[in-house]
């Protein structure tokens, strides 16, 4: 018996044989196990979905309660599906993300869907899990990504602001996870005022509030007869497709920032038009993810969505067996 007897690419997704379901599948099938919630992994219309609590309930506040015909909460405990040993750990990719571990006749696959190992407090903490194999993804699968601590971006972000007190602050974030992470990040830095949020922003911040994840005080961005200067010097959070339109154009001098990885590529932050970028990532950088594999030892290595190739030949180079899945339907990050 082979890894791919327990988990092989179809155009569906990742799937399992011998327990008749996929992991984050980009189509509809009869049973789906799901990582996150994130538009590029859970998607509605299967018949059975399998996730963490969280993931469930983000899944239902984005797509409605109908979103599968059935649902099955996951968790670190083992459920039999089909005969195939199932758990779910924490990934500390977003709120409710999960790692899943799949085993059968004593071969046991992770597949870790979107993770990341910096401390996130609008996250549960990412959760070292051993297999055979190890799926991982590759986003930021290059040696030239390198995070910076998000406490230092915050500390622009609040320099900018203290610079420029005529000019609103508009930071994109992505609805799910990044918003929220922003936000306790922004807290963290010491700043205790009112923040603004895009309308596409409150249910998801209104959730994780409710699960525990203190945001402080948040007020809608909306422009209130026409008073503009209300919102100079001011923050404003919103999703980064509300910049192209003109909804932006509602606040005084608006001065762009965005939040993403990607940001620590220069020529991404000039095609955006953004004046301050923010590299604040949900993902792992190349160090966390060489770490992670030495960490799990696995005795082979999946690399999946991202730059597969540089990340094999890491593997190659260090005498560990790896190979690229090839998956397609999965963003580099997650588009709201």
Same mark, same amino acid.
């Given at each position: 018996?082979?890894?791919? %007897?327990?988990?092989?690419?179809?155009?569906?997704?990742?799937?399992?044989?011998?327990?008749?379901?996929? =992991?984050?599948?980009?189509?509809?099938?009869?049973?789906?196990?799901?990582?996150?919630?994130?538009?590029?992994?859970?998607?509605?219309?299967?018949?059975?979905?399998?996730?963490?609590?969280?993931?469930?309930?983000?899944?239902?506040?984005?797509?409605?309660?109908?979103?599968?015909?059935?649902?099955?909460?996951?968790?670190?405990?083992?459920?039999?599906?089909?005969?195939?040993?199932?758990?779910?750990?924490?990934?500390?990719?977003?709120?409710?993300?999960?790692? =899943?571990?799949?085993?059968?006749?004593?071969?046991?696959?992770?597949?870790?869907?979107?993770?990341?190992?910096?401390?996130?407090?609008?996250?549960?903490?990412?959760?070292?899990?051993?297999?055979?194999?190890?799926?991982?993804?590759?986003?930021?699968?290059?040696?030239?990504?390198?995070?910076?601590?998000?406490?230092?971006?915050?500390?622009?972000?609040?320099?900018?602001?203290?610079?420029?007190?005529?000019?609103?602050?508009?930071?994109?974030?992505?609805?799910?996870?990044?918003?929220?992470?922003? =936000?306790?990040?922004?807290?963290?830095?010491?700043?205790?005022?009112?923040?603004?949020?895009?309308?596409?922003?409150?249910?998801?911040?209104?959730?994780?509030?409710?699960?525990?994840?203190?945001?402080?005080?948040?007020?809608?961005?909306?422009?209130?007869?026409?008073?503009?200067?209300?919102?100079?010097?001011?923050?404003?959070?919103?999703?980064?497709?509300?910049?192209?339109?003109?909804?932006?154009?509602?606040?005084?001098?608006?001065?762009?920032?965005?939040?993403?990885?990607?940001?620590?590529?220069?020529?991404?932050?000039?095609?955006?038009?953004?004046?301050?970028?923010?590299?604040?990532?949900?993902?792992?950088?190349?160090?966390?993810?060489?770490?992670?594999?030495?960490?799990?030892?696995?005795?082979?290595?999946?690399?999946?969505?991202?730059?597969?190739?540089?990340?094999?030949?890491?593997?190659?180079?260090?005498?560990?067996?790896?190979?690229?899945?090839?998956?397609?339907?999965?963003? %580099?990050?997650?588009?709201?």
């Amino acid at each position: 018996m082979t890894p791919d %007897d327990l988990l092989h690419p179809r155009p569906e997704g990742l799937y399992c044989p011998p327990g008749d379901f996929y =992991i984050d599948p980009v189509r509809p099938v009869a049973r789906a196990l799901i990582t996150h919630g994130h538009a590029d992994h859970a998607r509605s219309g299967h018949g059975a979905v399998m996730a963490t609590r969280r993931t469930l309930d983000i899944m239902a506040l984005r797509y409605g309660a109908g979103f599968a015909d059935a649902t099955q909460q996951g968790s670190r405990a083992p459920v039999d599906v089909n005969g195939v040993s199932v758990s779910f750990h924490a990934a500390g990719h977003v709120l409710g993300s999960a790692q =899943i571990r799949v085993e059968w006749k004593g071969l046991s696959v992770v597949a870790a869907g979107d993770y990341k190992r910096g401390a996130d407090p609008a996250s549960e903490p990412f959760e070292p899990v051993r297999g055979d194999v190890f799926i991982t993804e590759a986003t930021f699968g290059l040696p030239v990504f390198r995070h910076p601590d998000p406490m230092q971006e915050m500390a622009r972000l609040l320099k900018s602001l203290h610079l420029f007190p005529e000019r609103a602050h508009m930071v994109g974030v992505y609805a799910l996870g990044k918003a929220q992470r922003v =936000i306790r990040l922004i807290r963290a830095a010491g700043y205790t005022d009112t923040l603004y949020i895009h309308g596409a922003l409150k249910t998801l911040c209104d959730y994780y509030q409710a699960e525990g994840v203190a945001l402080g005080p948040l007020e809608p961005a909306t422009d209130a007869g026409g008073d503009k200067a209300r919102f100079a010097g001011r923050i404003v959070l919103a999703p980064p497709s509300a910049f192209a339109a003109k909804w932006a154009q509602r606040f005084p001098e608006p001065l762009i920032a965005f939040a993403s990885g990607w940001m620590q590529v220069r020529v991404r932050a000039r095609q955006r038009g953004v004046e301050l970028p923010l590299v604040i990532s949900d993902h792992c950088d190349w160090p966390e993810l060489t770490r992670t594999i030495e960490e799990l030892d696995p005795q082979e290595v999946w690399v999946t969505h991202g730059r597969e190739e540089a990340l094999v030949r890491w593997c190659a180079l260090n005498r560990r067996r790896a190979r690229p899945l090839h998956l397609v339907g999965y963003e %580099d990050e997650a588009v709201e």
